[in-house]
């Protein structure tokens, strides 16, 4: 890997941190957050590689500092498995085009939401896991949608291409 490469791997995983640690909202079994857009930006920009390192770095380390310590290899694995999905069917599927971005982050959101049911079920039983579907289905669904947005918009803007340029 290219000094750059670890530079852009590291600085999307702070801010994948900075989206997940600072902009939650706590729950009775977790919390919601805005950091799964972040993820999802970072696989459409910089590929799938780039963004699994930084959806494990950055998701992870959140759990740990946010006191969600049970949660940090769940979590890692969870988001580097939802990146990685997605741009897996982006790039090697879909040769890089948005759509399949899409069709991979849905995919991978997928994914996401039955791995942390399943964790739920062991960490707090079946009932519990059950009450948090609807809303983890929601914060999956926002992400996808905010992530695809902003990529949009820095793709329109020019911004996409200069950074991936970087």
């Known amino acids: 890997m290219k000094t750059k490469d670890i ?3 590291a600085l999307m995983a702070a801010l994948v941190f900075v989206g997940t640690y600072f902009l ?3 729950l009775p ?3 919601t957050h805005l950091g799964d857009c972040l993820i999802i930006l970072t696989v459409i920009i910089f590929g799938w590689k780039k963004g699994t390192v930084a959806g494990m770095i950055g998701a992870g380390l959140a759990d740990l500092l946010g006191g969600y310590v049970s949660w940090v290899v769940p979590t890692a694995v969870i988001k580097g498995g939802w990146a990685l999905i997605m741009g897996l069917i982006m790039y090697k599927a879909g040769k890089g085009k948005l759509v399949y971005g ?3 982050a849905a995919a991978g959101g997928v994914f996401q939401i039955i791995g942390y049911t ?3 079920v062991v960490l707090y039983g079946a009932a519990a ?3 948090a579907l609807p809303i983890l289905a929601g914060q999956t669904i926002c992400g996808i949608v905010i992530g695809v947005v ?3 918009v820095f793709d329109k803007a020019g911004v996409s291409k200069r950074l991936a340029a970087v």
Do not use: H, Q
Request: charged residues 10%; positive net charge.
């Open 129 to 131: 896991a059950i009450t």
């Open 7 to 9: 530079t852009i791997t």
């Open 29 to 31: 079994f977790g919390y």
């Open 118 to 120: 399943l964790v739920r």
């Open 150 to 152: 902003l990529a949009v």
């Open 102 to 104: 899409i069709i991979g």
């Open 24 to 26: 939650k909202i706590p």
